[in-house]
């Protein structure tokens, strides 16, 4: 198992990896990952996205789900990719964040992706490398859940920087996590640490915190993997709302304050 990309190398697409001769100028690539599924990886990639672009930054989303793309549901984006000489650009979100991902494609929304692994891994190294990406300070991926195919090609084929890890408070969550945690490591790709999302809910007329999966073994995962818990997230229902809108453009919750530990750390 590999990462041939020379780290130092990594401010630019390799010229080899250029399809069609685009020039893209990607400053940093961030994974957003979790062995887990529902965690909400793509909830954090878009409030990371969120919060970035609100520092000034320049933002693109590639969404690496395939076959549970979530991304332009949550920016609300309908547009479709244009086919241009030299590739594919991505559209815009409402505020500017720059998106590509399979749903965009379809003429169907819900229509299943029923590829099998060659075809989806050719679609993940597409996304790479003919899109037209332009300059970007951060493109953020959300990963698909587990260890599976897709993420590994992810892995192998873009040269990730770092890596956000995703969990979620439960025991079980968190064995799971750990799994991916040690697929970075093989792979030698850093991670940047563990946000915990959905960690409790706040009672909206007291100032109690409800744990509704008792007490969290994320701290815990963390240490044991060497990692820093960067921050946990509660489970707010505003943000499940903008979300089921297409505005998470619009949240402006506790959660986003929280995230910018993630930023911080991103510098
Ligand atoms: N902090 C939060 N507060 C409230 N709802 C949340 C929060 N984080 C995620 N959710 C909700 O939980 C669900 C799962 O989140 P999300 O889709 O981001 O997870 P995921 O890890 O990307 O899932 P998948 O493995 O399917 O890609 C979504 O309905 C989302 O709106
Ligand atoms: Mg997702």
């Known amino acids: 198992m590999g990462h041939d990309h020379d780290k130092k190398k990594r401010m630019?697409?390799?010229?080899d990896k250029i399809g069609n001769g685009i020039t893209n100028n990607i400053n940093k690539v961030v994974g957003i990952a979790s062995g887990k599924g529902g965690v909400g990886k793509s909830s954090i990639t878009a409030l990371i996205a969120v919060a970035l672009?609100?520092?000034?930054?320049?933002?693109?989303?590639?969404?690496?789900d395939l076959t549970?793309?979530?991304?332009?549901?949550?920016?609300?984006?309908?547009?479709?990719?244009?086919?241009?000489?030299?590739?594919?650009?991505?559209?815009?979100?409402?505020?500017?964040?720059?998106?590509?991902?399979?749903?965009?494609?379809?003429?169907?929304?819900d229509d299943p992706v029923l590829w099998r692994g060659p075809i989806l891994s050719g679609v993940i190294k597409q996304?790479?490398?003919?899109?037209?990406?332009?300059?970007?300070?951060?493109?953020?991926?959300?990963?698909?859940?587990?260890?599976?195919?897709?993420p590994l090609t992810v892995m192998q084929s873009i040269p990730v920087d770092e890596v956000v890890m995703v969990t979620g408070p439960q025991d079980v969550t968190n064995m799971v996590v750990k799994k991916a945690v040690r697929m970075m490591e093989k792979m030698d790709i850093p991670i940047l640490g563990v946000v915990e999302n959905m960690a409790y809910i706040s009672c909206p007329g007291c100032n109690e915190v409800i744990k509704p999966f008792g007490e969290s073994y994320?701290?815990?995962?963390?240490?044991?993997?060497?990692?820093?818990?960067?921050?946990?997230?509660?489970?707010?229902?505003?943000?499940?709302?903008l979300a089921n809108e297409g505005k998470v453009e619009d949240y402006k919750g506790e959660n986003l304050e929280k995230i910018k530990k993630v930023i911080e750390k991103l510098m």
């Open 53 to 64: 672009k609100k520092n000034g930054y320049k933002v693109g989303i590639l969404d690496a």
């Open 12 to 15: 630019d697409i390799p010229e």
């Open 218 to 241: 994320a701290g815990k995962m963390a240490e044991e993997c060497g990692l820093e818990l960067i921050t946990s997230l509660e489970t707010d229902p505003e943000f499940i709302a």
């Open 127 to 150: 996304f790479w490398e003919e899109v037209i990406w332009a300059n970007l300070d951060f493109l953020l991926i959300d990963l698909p859940p587990g260890t599976g195919d897709i």
């Open 68 to 109: 549970g793309p979530s991304i332009p549901r949550l920016f609300g984006i309908d547009a479709v990719p244009e086919k241009m000489e030299l590739g594919v650009l991505p559209v815009k979100s409402r505020d500017n964040i720059i998106v590509m991902s399979i749903n965009l494609l379809l003429e169907n929304k």
